[in-house]
């Protein structure tokens, strides 16, 4: 299956997002609810994913328009921004709705937007019908108040190719929604003092930093095997991707050349994945339309970062071979500031890390396999001498990634199962903020009789999260997005003699202290039979 991708190619560099929003059923109403054709038409649902919109509080709110744009190149969007000045500062919600709209043909593509420099959208764009679809993409932005309160410079770029046989101009609209905080509730309660761009390798924070976190939005992208880094086998391996020590990938932060954070990249699949865009249509994969920065708390670091000087602060990806590109780290820095005091001092008191284990095993044969088992532990702790007294704070993180790939001649059949794990703990005084973060991907692709090409595939996105202080729970979440999907159509003719059919399920489920929301939502050769609420 060399001439199939198990991911889509974006066709280029391309670089932004939250709950995807409502759309309109492609199918007739029968007695039953839509009817879905036979197979797939010129017209199906428009996008559509069961997250949770952004909750907003009601009050008094202010739209702003960030960006209006056709894209039909590699020419970004550039504009200027200046807050309302209606609905002041005093903010405790701002949300971002991103609008588009594509018809004709096209790949999927990557997108990303700015404001003064500090990235705050992500997201990439499904691909159209011959008829055209729109979708609506939400993501709450309030942790930007810093770069939201000042005017500042937008830049928006979602990379495209349009000509005769890619035909979909990406037509999109960018809105802020900022919602006012009422009586003495602090506006934005929770948000950082500051938000810095992490340009070029060097930091410099305020001396009274008492707080740091990282937001790297870490993506494989560029039109090459990093795209799909999961499926990359050893270089004696005999597959379409190869890196050297195998399939497995690792964010890492570095203060001063000193490891600072490790994380397990989320195994994104875009809108063309898996050599078969049926699955995508209406439901994209977790995360494809959301694509949400890896946090990391360096606030370890923070006594030496406050000697106000400039800091080396380097993201790095672990696994990618030297020769090779596609990865994007943009990246920002969240600084919480000590009102009382002019400089914050401390130390960093320890720092251990394992060493990091990565076996990437080939065996040939009839199928062919690689086996993957890797692993990483980093505890950085470090102490703070506020104006509220002595913080010592101790971050440890734990990734880890088992794999299992398995392929025949020309790559056909091609299947994958893994799982991922990044499991975190952060105690911040009497504080502990416990994270255990869970990916699983399980999937093949055959080609069979007729040229007919069948993915089967089930994903999962799961988190728990539980806050604890003194011993006692002061709060808890759990997280399970899951996708399942089957479809099929005949490979290497036009579009219109593809007979394609497929099947699609997402149930996002999170409960915890903070209330329940669960949705599930079904399709049936691109039409929405089920959108069933349980909570």
Known sequence: MRSLKIMSMFGGLVLAAGAL???????????????????????????????????TPGTRSCEVTLAAAQF????????SYTPPKECGTRWNKVVLRLEGKVKGRQYDRLGHLSVGGVEILRTSTPQPSPDGIAWSVEKDVTRYRDTLSRPGAVEMLIGNVVNETYTGVIDVRVTLTFHTAQGRVKPAAGTPDRVV??????????????????????????????????????????????????????VRVSVDGRLAGIAAPFPTVWTGGWSNPFLWYVTPAPRALDV?????????????LNDGKAHRV????????????GWSTPTNVLLWQDEGSEVVTGGLDRHEESTPVNSSVYTAGS?????????????????????????????????TGDSV????????????????????????GRTVTRTDRTY????????????????????????DTTVVRDGRRLSWSRLDDTYTGDATYTTGVPRDQRHAVGTTTERYRLYGSAGCYDRSLTTVQGTLTEDLRRC
Request: a negative charge.
């Open 21 to 55: 929003l409502t759309a309109h059923p492609a199918a007739a109403e029968g007695p039953n609810g839509p009817t879905p054709p036979a197979e797939f038409t010129s017209d199906w649902h428009d996008p559509v994913t069961a997250a949770p919109p952004v909750d």
């Open 292 to 304: 949400q920065p890896i946090v990391y708390d360096l606030t370890p670091f923070a006594a030496l």
């Open 72 to 79: 039909r190149d590699f020419t970004p969007y550039q504009g």
């Open 405 to 428: 790939h398995r392929w025949g001649p020309d790559e056909n059949p091609d299947a994958f199962t893994a799982r991922w794990t990044d499991r975190e703990s952060v105690t911040s």
């Open 314 to 325: 380097e993201v790095a990806v672990a696994g990618v071979p030297a020769d090779l590109a």
């Open 197 to 250: 761009p992490l340009t070029g390798s060097t930091l410099t924070t305020p001396r009274n930093t008492e707080r740091v976190l990282a937001e790297v939005y870490a993506t494989g992208s560029g039109g090459g095997c990093e795209e799909y880094w999961y499926l990359s086998v050893p270089d004696a391996a005999p597959y379409s991707c190869r890196a050297t020590d195998g399939p497995h990938r690792e």
């Open 440 to 463: 699983t991907m399980d999937g093949e692709t055959t080609i069979g009789a007729g040229d007919r090409l069948r993915t089967v595939l089930t994903l999962g996105d799961r988190a």
């Open 367 to 399: 199928p062919h396999r690689v086996d993957t088992e890797a692993s990483h532990r980093l505890t950085v702790a470090g102490h703070l001498n506020t104006s509220h007294g002595r913080v010592d704070t101790t971050v440890s993180r734990t990734v």
